[in-house]
């Protein structure tokens, strides 16, 4: 009778300690809450930055030259008193054809202004609209409304050099908080454009008109410098 070889003895497997396996366990809910604090901070990250895009986006739209005249919504960012000066102002259609209205509140300043500037038809000199309105305890310089006049020569050269400025302006993603801010309706013929915003391509339109308000509207109710804050006869004037 033949016998069966015996079998060979069973290696034992090394049995893993109980101490092992919970560090591996642990590491496993480390891992997976790592994974997850990782995906929370970088979907809050993307929000964020979608978010901060979109309104940026919006913002452009918003400060870019606008086919039409400035919306009342876009009125109210200038407050009271250029609301109330912008009544003084000749409306649009009485304009010629040919003219500006141009609004400025400086967030800390002493005043603020309000302009329309006209060249009728075949006129020669162009007439203007200065409304001042002075912000209370600002100095001995009134606030009021007064007329001035420039050249025809001028007013053309000054309205080139505005509308090179403004026409086909896509806007700025940068949200200014204060600031200069700064609106104009521009006319020719039935063509209407209007833009505002406060950043520094409204700065580059401020220097236009305030250079054509030094040369044909001297006075001390003009501001210092194309920030418009400080007028030259207000308070900060007199001080310095």
């Given at each position: 009778?033949?016998e069966?070889?015996?079998?060979?003895?069973?290696?034992?497997?090394?049995?893993?300690?109980?101490?092992?396996?919970w560090?591996h366990?642990?590491?496993?809910?480390?891992?997976?809450?790592?994974?997850?604090?990782?995906?929370?901070?970088l979907?809050?990250?993307?929000?964020?930055?979608?978010?901060?895009r979109?309104?940026?986006?919006?913002?452009?739209?918003e400060?870019?030259?606008h086919?039409?005249?400035?919306r009342?919504?876009?009125?109210e960012?200038?407050?009271?008193?250029?609301?109330?000066?912008?009544s003084?102002?000749?409306p649009?259609?009485?304009?010629?054809?040919d003219?500006?209205?141009?609004?400025?509140?400086?967030?800390?300043?002493?005043a603020n202004?309000?302009i329309?500037?006209?060249?009728?038809p075949e006129?020669?000199?162009?007439?203007?609209?200065?409304?001042?309105?002075?912000?209370?305890g600002?100095?001995?310089?009134?606030?009021?409304?007064?007329?001035?006049?420039?050249?025809?020569t001028?007013d053309?050269?000054?309205?080139?050099r505005?509308?090179?400025?403004?026409?086909?302006?896509?806007?700025?993603?940068d949200?200014?908080?204060?600031g200069?801010?700064?609106?104009?309706?521009?006319?020719?013929?039935e063509?209407?454009?209007?833009?505002?915003?406060?950043?520094?391509h409204?700065?580059?339109?401020?220097?236009?008109?305030?250079?054509?308000l030094?040369?044909?509207?001297?006075?001390?109710?003009?501001?210092?410098?194309?920030?418009?804050?400080?007028?030259?006869?207000?308070?900060?004037?007199?001080?310095?």
């Amino acid at each position: 009778m033949n016998e069966e070889p015996a079998s060979a003895p069973t290696e034992a497997k090394p049995r893993r300690s109980r101490a092992l396996t919970w560090l591996h366990r642990v590491g496993y809910v480390t891992t997976a809450i790592v994974v997850i604090f990782v995906g929370v901070v970088l979907s809050y990250e993307l929000g964020h930055i979608l978010d901060a895009r979109a309104r940026s986006v919006a913002w452009m739209e918003e400060t870019r030259t606008h086919a039409g005249p400035m919306r009342a919504a876009q009125h109210e960012i200038f407050g009271p008193d250029v609301r109330d000066s912008l009544s003084l102002l000749p409306p649009l259609r009485a304009l010629h054809g040919d003219g500006l209205r141009f609004l400025v509140s400086p967030s800390f300043g002493e005043a603020n202004y309000s302009i329309a500037l006209w060249l009728a038809p075949e006129a020669q000199v162009a007439e203007g609209l200065l409304v001042v309105a002075t912000v209370r305890g600002t100095g001995e310089a009134a606030g009021g409304a007064r007329r001035f006049s420039m050249p025809r020569t001028d007013d053309l050269a000054m309205m080139e050099r505005f509308d090179r400025k403004t026409d086909h302006w896509g806007g700025t993603g940068d949200h200014v908080l204060d600031g200069t801010s700064t609106g104009f309706e521009r006319v020719r013929g039935e063509r209407v454009t209007s833009g505002f915003n406060n950043g520094p391509h409204e700065a580059e339109l401020r220097a236009i008109v305030l250079d054509a308000l030094r040369r044909f509207a001297p006075r001390s109710d003009l501001p210092t410098d194309e920030s418009w804050m400080w007028m030259a006869g207000g308070r900060e004037a007199r001080r310095r």
